[in-house]
Structure formats: structure tokens, C-alpha cells
């Protein structure tokens, strides 16, 4: 089983990489909307400061849902999912394989550029350290709870409108103790509650919806 998961991890990489798009999009999305966060509020780096916790979450929230919408799609038209249902090894495994790939690719890049970021909005260094722990913790939470959507809303019209409403309100917790775990550690407080709860949540994100979304795209494939 090992060896068939780290076959669809290889090549699930290296078609990731073949067709950039799919994580050049994210970053670049990433990238705008952290640029025009001095426009829209204001270019005082103390509110910044205070500020730009908070708009790098919701940007890395946007930025995963945008690089997740479409993952499910080229596997049901190429008879992927229909094999995997055959395969010895059970749906979900293949699926956690499958987004861990997804998340190297396509969402790491942006935590890589947090300290460059905190770097140009003058956050100290223990803070940079912390928002990149929480995004690393929250990220992969994201990246779930789209394919969750994804799988729920696959063939439907407007699934990117339909997906973003049921994954928003899901999204709100992980979001909430990400970015309060960098204003804690701004004002001189421990950040480890937040910290913990946030590892909680990540470890039943992938110990449930796995198998929540395999058993949505099985769903999909008898309609």
C-alpha cells in the first residue's frame, strides 16, 4: 500500500508541476491582495502591523479554496476516481495522498513567503515565526475542508458559488485562533491555547473528512 501511495504522491506532484497554473494562480493571488492592504486601510505601519496578521489569513484562506476548486475534475472525466473505488487501497488514503501533494505545491509556496512579507510590514521575528506556525497548521485544514466541498458539489452548476458557501462558515474557527495566535504573541502573550486547539482541529480534518469526501464522490459517481 505504501508503495502504490507514494506513487500517486510522485506523480501527482510532477503533474502539479507540469501545469504551474494551478499553483502559480494561488501565489499570485496571494500576492495582490497582501499589496493592496496598505491602499485599503492605511500606509501607518503601527495599524499595519496590526492589520496584516489577519489579511495574510484571510488571503491564504482565499488563495487555498482558489487552488483547490477544480482538483476532483480531470480524475472523474479520466476514470481516476472510478479505478481508485477498485484499487486495494481505500479511497481516502488515495485522497490524502493526493491533497498532501496538493498542499506541497500549491499552498506551501505562500507560507514560504510569509517572512518576506512580515519582513516589508516591519513584524518582529518572533512574530513572523508565529504566523508561519499558525498558516502551517491552519493551511492544510483549508485544503480539506475544500476538497470536502469540492466532492459535495461536483457536476453541480455554479459549484465554485455553492462550494464557497459551505466551506466559509466551516473555515471561520480555523481563522479565527490562526490570527489570534499572532495578535496574542503581539501583545506579549503566550500563544500555545490557540496553538493547540488549531493541531486539534488539524488532526480530525484529516482524520474525518478523508473519508467524508470519498464517501461524497462515491455519491456523485452512482448519481
Not at 515565526?129 to 491552519?138: D, F, H, P, V, W
Not at 458557501?165 to 471561520?172: C, E, K, M, W
Not at 485562533?177 to 496553538?195: E, K
Amino acid at each position: 500500500m505504501l508503495k502504490t501511495l507514494h506513487t500517486v504522491f510522485y506523480f501527482e506532484l510532477l503533474l502539479l508541476w507540469r501545469r504551474a497554473q494551478e499553483w502559480l494562480y494561488p501565489v499570485a493571488f496571494f500576492v495582490i491582495i497582501i499589496s493592496l492592504f496598505p491602499f485599503a486601510f492605511s500606509p501607518d505601519p503601527l495599524l499595519l502591523q496590526t492589520m496584516i496578521p489577519g489579511g495574510v489569513w484571510i488571503a491564504a484562506m482565499f488563495a487555498s479554496i482558489l487552488s483547490i476548486e477544480t482538483i476532483f475534475h480531470a480524475d472523474m472525466e479520466d476514470g481516476f476516481i472510478e479505478q481508485s473505488l477498485l484499487s486495494p487501497v481505500p479511497l481516502p488514503f488515495l485522497m490524502l495522498t493526493k491533497l498532501a501533494a496538493h498542499w506541497l505545491a500549491a499552498v506551501l509556496p505562500l507560507i514560504l513567503l510569509t517572512p518576506f512579507i512580515g519582513w516589508l510590514f516591519q513584524l518582529s521575528a518572533n512574530t513572523i515565526l508565529i504566523l508561519a506556525a499558525s498558516l502551517l497548521l491552519g493551511t492544510p485544514i483549508f485544503t480539506l475542508l475544500g476538497s470536502l466541498g469540492v466532492a459535495l458539489t461536483i457536476g453541480m452548476r455554479q459549484q465554485g458559488v455553492m462550494m464557497s458557501l459551505l466551506i466559509l462558515p466551516l473555515s471561520a474557527p480555523v481563522l479565527i485562533f490562526g490570527v489570534n495566535m499572532t495578535l496574542q504573541t503581539q501583545a506579549g502573550f503566550s500563544a500555545s491555547g490557540p496553538l493547540a486547539l488549531l493541531a486539534g482541529l488539524l488532526m480530525l480534518a484529516i482524520v474525518g473528512i478523508p473519508f467524508a469526501a470519498a464517501a461524497a464522490l462515491k455519491i456523485g459517481l452512482d448519481d
